[in-house]
Structures are given as C-alpha cells and as structure tokens.
Nanobody, 122 residues
C-alpha cells in the first residue's frame, strides 16, 4: 500500500508559478513510477506528467510542455511538479499517482492522493 499526500496548491495570477509536492509513504518509493494528473470542473481527469523510478525518464502532456517540470527526490520519498507561466486553463485539482508499472497507462496507476486545488486567475 502507498499513501500519497499532495501539497503546494493555491491561488496564483496568470503568468505566475507554483510548485506542487507529493510525499509518499508505505512502500519503497524509488521503485515507483510517479505521475501527476488534473481534473478541471466539468471535465475528465487528464494526464499532466510522469517520471520513472530513477528520474531519468519524463513525459508531459502537450498542453504543459515547456512550462511544467516534474522531478523526484527518492531520498525524501517526494515527487514535485514545478509549474511556471501558469494560465487560467491550468485551473484544476491536481492529483499525484503512483504505479508499479514502468510506463503505465492511466488505469495502471494504483495509488492516488486526495488532490490539491490550483486556481489561476486572469
């Protein structure tokens, strides 16, 4: 079992930055693929970014490429999402997720956090 706890959300003006953190406990963190997803009001949950166990492999949704950066610190059991140049359309609840699969589809993420709200004002 893996417990995930997100933090770092909040209200920011367009063009601003936020850094989300996700602290993991309960399993060997360094073996897990970690992902960030988001869900805006009235919309389906969507993939944002993912990082492999070593941090050497990352991928991003086209909508956030060049603006968001995912990273992890296995010594601290924590994954981060640095979000720069935020836009109002980035407003959503952001969820951290973990998977035992090296390159998981969304349905292969077995563990999810409770989410943290990010609101970007125009």
């Amino acid at each position: 079992q893996v417990h995930l706890a997100e933090s770092g959300g909040g209200l920011v003006q367009a063009g601003g930055s936020l850094r989300l953190s996700c602290a993991a406990s309960g399993r060997t963190f360094s073996y897990l693929t970690m992902g960030w997803f988001r869900q805006a009001p009235g919309k389906d949950r969507e993939f944002v970014s993912a990082i492999n166990w070593s941090g050497g492999g990352t991928n991003y949704a086209d909508s956030v490429k060049g603006r968001f950066t995912i990273s992890r610190d296995n010594a601290k059991n924590t994954v981060y999402l640095q979000m720069n140049s935020l836009k109002p359309e980035d407003t959503a609840v952001y969820y951290c997720a973990a998977s035992d699969t090296p390159t998981p589809h969304e349905y292969e993420y077995d563990y999810w956090g409770q989410g943290t709200q990010v609101t970007v004002s125009s």
